[in-house]
């Protein structure tokens, strides 16, 4: 089984913060890391390094079999915490825009995601409402054909329902020889999606490992082990 994400003793330090510090975690194919934390805990910076929007002070990142640069920006698919769509886009713009820029961009999943997720090609993306905007966003991310893909805080400020549909659109188009991260505080709905967790406070990682084993060992859910962990 590939590997498709390792960090070893990673640390990124601000001005006057450090925002990780000797972070080591990996990620096997076929594999969903659940990266769980309050706000401020870390995890952002964690993935932007990994998208290769960021450097790393010190330590190793490696994504499938690289360290971040160009090649591993062709197999990681990155949604954000913010909209990265320019203002003036229709939701057919931001197809094109994901198809010209990244060639592995699949058009028609993405057409048949947004059938999937009642979303319009004529909308503007500035009409759209916060659930709408994430499942947009989700659709593009998904419909590339990448190694990694990142998830920060998907579900952040959107009703039930429509997260429901994220987490359907997401196991749908789960591969096996792809591997998933995802961030987020709303552990109870999305624990589902688990293989494995790592928790993540002030920088640094306070308890990891295989989901199923830690639900065993300590009895708890992934939910309940998060609120003992950050009460």
Do not use: C
């Amino acid at each position: 089984m590939e590997t498709v994400f390792r960090v070893n003793n990673l640390s990124k330090t601000y001005l006057t913060k450090q925002a990780l510090k000797n972070v080591s975690l990996s990620l096997d194919s076929g594999k969903i890391l659940g990266l769980l934390g309050p706000n401020g805990s870390g995890k952002t910076t964690l993935m932007k390094i990994a998208a290769g929007l960021l450097r790393q002070s010190s330590g190793d990142i490696i994504i499938a079999g690289n360290k971040p640069g160009l090649k591993t920006k062709s197999v990681v698919s990155y949604l954000p915490d913010i909209s990265h769509l320019y203002k003036w886009m229709t939701i057919k713009d931001a197809i094109g825009f994901y198809k010209d820029f990244f060639p592995d961009f699949n058009i028609d999943k993405a057409k048949d995601m947004l059938g999937f997720m009642k979303l319009n090609e004529a909308s503007k993306v500035t009409t759209l409402s916060k659930g709408e905007a994430e499942k947009l966003n989700l659709t593009l991310v998904l419909s590339r054909n990448a190694k990694l893909y990142i998830f920060d805080e998907p579900l952040g400020g959107i009703d039930p329902v429509a997260r429901e549909k994220i987490l359907d659109a997401i196991l749908n188009n789960y591969r096996e020889d792809s591997s998933m991260i995802i961030s987020t505080h709303l552990v109870k709905d999305v624990e589902r999606l688990f293989d494995d967790v790592a928790f993540i406070s002030h920088g640094e990682v306070v308890l990891k490992g295989n989901a199923e084993e830690l639900r065993l060992e300590r009895g708890k859910s992934i939910d309940e082990l998060y609120r003992e962990v950050f009460q």
